[in-house]
T-cell receptor
Framework: DSGVTQTPKHLITATGQRVTLRCSPRSGDLSVYWYQQSLDQGLQFLIQYYNGEERAKGNILERFSAQQFPDLHSELNLSSLELGDSALYFC?????????????FGPGTRLTVT | GQNIDQPTEMTATEGAIVQINCTYQTSGFNGLFWYQQHAGEAPTFLSYNVLDGLEEKGRFSSFLSRSKGYSYLLLKELQMKDSASYLC??????????WGAGTKLIIKP
């Protein structure tokens, strides 16, 4: 158990819908990262927050948005869903971001768009 | 652009040794990580190298050569549970983690 929690574990929804994925980082970690992993694909970095502020953006679509709240939990919002958005979405956290701290991953949310 | 190369798939025999290579071209370097990921599960941290040389941790070792932009992960006394994907990731000059596509390791009895 990494200490990072993600809800829900599974989500099935229809095209065109909007969903929110939630992540709670490990106690004491200030950085939160979101990743997308499609079937048999590598990890695609989406976005990073550090202590409430956006720190870095990766290959995140305009239909996707995220935020980190004062209690440091984070939410990833996916809208106008398409079949291709079906994937595992991982959240990870680390103590900081400038120094080379390892990232701890949550169990992921499996999103299926039908 | 930034690039990390790993073999897509490797096969090895239980009890043997396997070396998974990773080459990288990034804008700056602030450390290299190896993660293990079993199918459908979250990646878990294996090792971190920031200086040249070999880091040993039980059955797993990781080597780094910064001048060659090269690392390898060495797995000894392979067990069936080592069947997984192994991800190489490099922190660039902006401290952003650049991920390789991963190497799927298949262990045969």
């Amino acid at each position: 158990d990494s200490g990072v929690t993600q809800t829900p574990k599974h989500l099935i929804t229809a095209t065109g819908q909007r969903v929110t994925l939630r992540c709670s980082p490990r106690s004491g970690d200030l950085s939160v990262y979101w990743y997308q992993q499609s079937l048999d694909q590598g990890l695609q970095f989406l976005i990073q927050y550090y202590n409430g502020e956006e720190r870095a953006k990766g290959n995140i679509l305009e239909r996707f948005s995220a935020q980190q709240f004062p209690d440091l939990h984070s939410e990833l919002n996916l809208s106008s869903l398409e079949l291709g958005d079906s994937a595992l979405y991982f959240c990870a956290s680390s103590v900081g971001d400038r120094v080379s701290y390892e990232q701890y991953f949550g169990p992921g949310t499996r999103l299926t768009v039908t | 652009g930034q690039n990390i190369d790993q073999p897509t798939e490797m096969t090895a025999t239980e009890g043997a040794i396997v070396q998974i290579n990773c080459t990288y071209q990034t804008s700056g370097f602030n450390g290299l990580f190896w993660y293990q990921q079993h199918a459908g599960e979250a990646p878990t941290f294996l090792s971190y190298n920031v200086l040249d040389g070999l880091e040993e941790k039980g059955r797993f070792s990781s080597f780094l050569s910064r001048s060659k932009g090269y690392s390898y992960l060495l797995l000894k006394e392979l067990q069936m549970k080592d069947s997984a994907s192994y991800l190489c990731a490099v922190k660039d000059s902006n401290y952003q983690l650049i991920w390789g596509a991963g190497t799927k390791l298949i262990i045969k009895p």
